[in-house]
């Protein structure tokens, strides 16, 4: 299958402080891509989709001057947590859209665990 | 009501076992079904991709989709303890639209 690769795998921050998680489509170019959330034992929370040279469409309830998303290439979307607060820690999972001949998979990266103190 | 319902579980199987998963939805605008299994700390990773409804198998997995009944299953054949996993169902209208989580199946395979 196609590869989604996220960096870093996981950051251990202070409060107030930033965080740039990067996602990037290894093998394939990827308009679209979905940034999500994970809290333990409970099911992927979409946060924002993110669209190649356009502005993130950020779901309901969460803050986009928080949670900054930047799609500067077909290849690469990043996600700045600003300000983080203890209760921002979480798993964050970056996804890609890869389109061919029609169908549209979705490809997940491996995750980044976010812990902040 | 939620737009896709999978039980979480948790599901315990002897290993060789048949495990049947399930996951029930309610719009019916849905055209692409998947599956994903993840293991704890690790994302997602996509196992079964099926476009309406019919079968679709790969070696001992096998995906349903009954768009009538708004029904999708996914069948493992011989699970192994390696299968012990969460077991996501998504769906999505299609295209670059969003996918729709269910909560996810957490399966344990024991030996």
């Known amino acids: 299958g196609a590869v989604v690769s996220q960096h870093p795998s996981r950051v251990i921050c202070k409060s107030g402080t930033s965080v740039k998680i990067e996602c990037r489509s290894l093998d394939f170019q990827a308009t679209t891509m979905f940034w999500y959330r994970q809290f333990p034992k409970q099911s992927l929370m979409l946060m924002a989709t993110s669209n190649e040279g356009s502005k993130a469409t950020y779901e309901q309830g969460v803050e986009k001057d928080k949670f900054l998303i930047n799609h500067a290439s077909l290849t690469l979307s990043t996600l700045t947590v600003t300000s983080a607060h203890p209760e921002d820690s979480s798993f964050y999972i970056c996804?890609?859209?890869?389109?061919?001949?029609?169908?549209?998979?979705?490809?997940f990266g491996p995750g980044t665990r976010l812990t902040v103190t | 009501q939620k737009e896709v319902e999978q039980d979480p579980g948790p599901l315990s199987v002897p290993e060789g076992a048949i495990v049947s998963l399930n996951c029930t939805y309610s719009?019916?605008?849905?055209?692409?079904f998947m599956w994903y299994r993840q293991y704890s700390r690790k994302g997602p990773e996509l196992l079964m991709y099926?476009?309406?409804?019919g079968n679709k198998e790969d070696g001992r997995f096998t995906a349903q989709v009954d768009k009538s009944s708004k029904y999708i299953s996914l069948f493992i054949r011989d699970s192994q303890p390696s299968d012990s996993a969460t077991y996501l169902c998504a769906m999505s209208a299609g295209g670059y639209n969003k996918l729709i989580f269910g909560a996810g199946t957490r399966l344990a395979v024991h030996p």
């Open positions: 099926t476009y309406s409804s």
């Open positions: 719009n019916s605008a849905f055209q692409y």
């Open positions: 996804s890609a859209i890869r389109e061919d001949r029609g169908s549209y998979e979705q490809y």
